[in-house]
Structure formats: C-alpha cells, structure tokens
C-alpha cells in the first residue's frame, strides 16, 4: 500500500500536467485558475510522499532532507498560491494577462525555485539512502526519482517536460518504497515508531 501510496501524487501531477495550458491568456484563464486550486492539494501530497520514504533514513539524514521537504511544501505552495491561483484570478478579472500582474509571477517564480531545489535535495537524500541500505535493489528507483527531480527543477508540470519529470518521480518513489519494503519483516514494521 506504501508504494502505491507513495507514486499516487506523482502520477496525478503528470494527469494534470497534460492539461495545464502553456500560456495564460483569456481563453484559458479560468482553467490556468482552477486547476491550481486543484493543486494547491496535489503539490504538497508529494512532499509528504518524500517525508514516508525518509522514515528509514539514519537521523542525521532524515531531519535536514525533511526540512527540506517543508520548504519544498512552503515554497513551491506560494508558486502555486500566486501565479497559479493569483495570477488567473487577475487573468479572469482583466481578459488576460497585463504588464501590471508581472510581479506576481515574478515573486511566484523566484519562490518556486527554491522549493524546487529544496524537493531535488530531499529526493537526493532519498536516493543516496536507498542506495545505501537497498544497494543494486534501489538502483532504478534512484536513477528515477534524480532524473525526475532534476527535471522538475525547470519543468513544472507543463506537458511534456514537467509529464515525464513527475511519471519519474512517481516511479522513482515507488520503486524505492518497494525496495526498501522488501528487505522488512512484518515484526519489524509493527514495531517501528
């Protein structure tokens, strides 16, 4: 259930991405707007996914990569917030884009990069862990989850660079979590706290 669990978010960024449009204009404004309401829910869902794959990294891992993982939240939610949300609210409101709504997406963008980064940090933290406890197992899982990450950091979601980054992810973090499941026992995993 946690591999499942794990991909979902991932795999329904790449379904949206495939319908956010390239470019905010009249004619898809109201959609541009939303479809980040929508995912103003979506976007942090990934981040809780690195916080349950961190759950077997060593302390002194686990704590930096998941405040990295907040701020990935924090960050990349004000992109969504501002120039998702925000800034269709002012494309409906004034038929489109206007010189005057540059800001937003500006402050939006600059945001957005830094949770980017923080999400390629806490998705290496994962990788590198896997790698260490699950060995050849986590190979491809890794591979997945850092292309994925790496692309994400200048894709968003938009079709097709931002679709491939999160279907890397989405793979990426299941095949880690089925990795890294496969060498508990059920006594182990009752255990844990």
């Known amino acids: 259930m946690r591999t499942l669990l794990v991909a979902l978010p991932g795999l ?3 379904g949206i991405g495939l319908t956010h449009p390239h470019h905010l204009d009249a004619s898809t404004a109201q959609w541009w707007q939303n479809m980040h309401v929508i995912l103003a829910v979506i976007f942090p869902l990934l981040g809780a996914a690195q916080w349950v794959l961190l759950d077997d990294s ?5 704590y930096p990569a998941r405040a990295a993982t907040f701020g990935y939240v924090v960050f990349y939610g004000a992109l969504d917030a501002l120039a ?3 800034g269709g609210a002012l494309a409906v409101a004034n038929g489109g884009r206007s010189p005057a709504d540059a800001p937003i997406f500006k402050i939006g ?4 990069t830094v949770g980017a980064w923080c999400f390629f940090a806490a998705g290496l933290a994962i990788a590198v862990c896997a790698l260490l406890k699950a060995k050849l197992k986590a ?3 890794a591979a997945f989850l850092l292309v994925g990450s790496y692309l994400f950091l ?3 979601i938009y079709w097709p660079k931002g679709v491939i980054a999160c279907t890397c992810i989405a793979i990426g973090m299941a095949a880690i979590s089925y990795a890294s499941a496969s060498g508990r ?3 182990e995993d009752s255990t844990r706290t």
């Not at 963008?109 to 957005?112: A, R």
């Open 139 to 141: 190979l491809p899982g």
């Open 154 to 156: 200048s894709s968003h």
């Open 58 to 62: 060593p302390k002194y891992v686990r």
């Open 185 to 187: 026992s059920a006594i």
């Open 12 to 14: 329904i960024l790449a």
């Open 84 to 86: 998702g949300i925000g």
């Open 109 to 112: 963008n600059q945001l957005g």
